[in-house]
């Protein structure tokens, strides 16, 4: 079946976004935490954009939230429009060769960089102030530790030492046979809608709600189409319905809402905000996104199609160049530039890196983590 290219152009935004929040992170702190303890304007604009829909350039969570919804929309499309078991065996047996080629090159690429101290991201917080950028890569590397946390570490226990964006692989994992259990014994059932709502009660306020959602967005594309049509098709709805979707994505996830915009939507009831509110705006944003002719012309442009299909290898790798690479030749920068064309031009750089390196490992990795996948299915059929 073939891909639906919009939303790979989507989930390269979203790669890119989360590429830039760590960038923001580790040199802006205060465009992510709103302390006016570390900022580097002076007009306090830091601080400001980290509590106003500004932040939604930079909303990493909701970026993973996309992720996830979209994955619980890609694994359950297929089955919805050919109802055939053996399309959830074929996806259950080949997940996790897919995600563990890629995840193990990423972690071998910390521990090569670890064992010639190539990191620079401790260096690198002290000139920016963010403490998080330091908290990284502080323990002797140990070979069969980083083998352990590739193959079980990152997937059923989420520890992720050597790459700190492994944090979601086990969601990512867990959360794809979450959608798998619910098509097999739900998939083929008149009265699956029962289901889906116990689910959402069960799972709500985790990420793992995202993946229900979009399985239940796969589910109302395939069978009630001119339902969602019905109240999708006005312009000004799916305007609506876009512009409230964005805005629950750019709720801060890293510091208070009071004094902000957001602050009537803190609910004591509420244990993580952030979560459900991305999970909730990430749904409204691939839904109009469905429905939306002009949204898919925009998302199926060429460089975001290219985006698209780097985007796993972007997402894996771009955290370990950050604290090698860029933490580098930023540290070699500031001391004759300001701080400021120091950050941008190590940025430039990086995503130079950031895009050839992923390039080279979606061609010669994660493209053969797919073929892979493939022959261990063989083995099974």
């Known amino acids: 079946m073939r891909k639906i290219q919009y939303l790979d152009g989507l989930r390269g935004l979203a790669a890119f976004v989360v590429v830039f929040h760590h960038f923001v992170y580790a040199f802006y702190p205060a465009l992510f935490l709103g302390s006016n303890t570390r900022t580097h304007l002076k007009m306090g604009e830091e601080v400001f954009a980290s509590g106003s829909i500004l932040n939604l350039l930079y909303s990493g969570n909701f970026a993973v939230c996309i992720f996830f919804v979209m994955s619980g929309f890609v694994l359950s499309h297929k089955f919805f429009l050919q109802k055939d078991h053996a399309i959830i065996k074929e996806s259950a047996i080949k997940r996790y060769v897919r995600l563990v080629v890629p995840v193990a090159f990423s972690v071998f690429c910390a521990y090569i960089l670890m064992?010639?101290?190539?990191f620079y991201n401790q260096q690198a917080a002290l000139v920016s102030g963010s403490n998080w950028l330091g908290e990284f890569w502080r323990f002797n590397p140990n070979f069969l530790d980083a083998v352990r946390q590739t193959f079980v570490g990152a997937f059923f226990s989420s520890v992720f030492d050597y790459n700190v964006t492994l944090w979601?692989?086990?969601?990512?994992?867990?959360?794809?046979?979450?959608v798998f259990g619910f098509l097999a014994f739900f998939g083929k059932i008149e009265k699956r809608y029962w289901a889906y709502a116990i689910a959402i009660i069960f799972l709500f306020q985790t990420y793992y709600l995202a993946f229900i959602l979009g399985m239940l967005l796969s589910d109302l594309m395939a069978h009630q189409k001119l339902f969602i049509r019905k109240y999708d098709k006005n312009k000004l709805i799916r305007t609506a319905l876009l512009l409230f979707g964005l805005f629950l994505g750019s709720y801060p996830s890293g510091r208070g809402v009071d004094g902000t915009m957001y602050a009537f939507?803190?609910?004591?009831?509420?244990?993580n905000s952030a979560v459900l509110y991305?999970?909730?705006g990430a749904f409204f944003v691939i839904l109009v996104l469905l429905e939306s002719r002009k949204m898919q012309r925009i998302f199926s442009l060429k460089y975001l199609i290219f985006l698209g299909?780097?985007?796993f290898a972007m997402y894996l790798l771009h955290f370990i160049i950050l604290g090698s690479f860029s933490s580098f030749v930023f540290l070699k920068l500031v001391q004759h530039?300001?701080?400021a064309a120091a950050f941008l031009i190590a940025f430039a750089l990086s995503i130079a890196l950031i895009f050839l390196v992923s390039y080279l490992v979606y061609v010669y990795v994660d493209k053969r983590a797919v073929h892979l996948s493939k022959l261990v299915y063989g083995l099974f059929k």
Do not use: D, N
């Open 278 to 280: 991305h999970v909730i």
């Open 265 to 271: 939507m803190e609910k004591s009831y509420l244990a």
């Open 337 to 339: 530039l300001p701080y």
């Open 115 to 118: 064992k010639f101290s190539l």
């Open 309 to 311: 299909e780097i985007s």
């Open 168 to 178: 979601s692989i086990a969601y990512e994992f867990i959360g794809s046979f979450i």
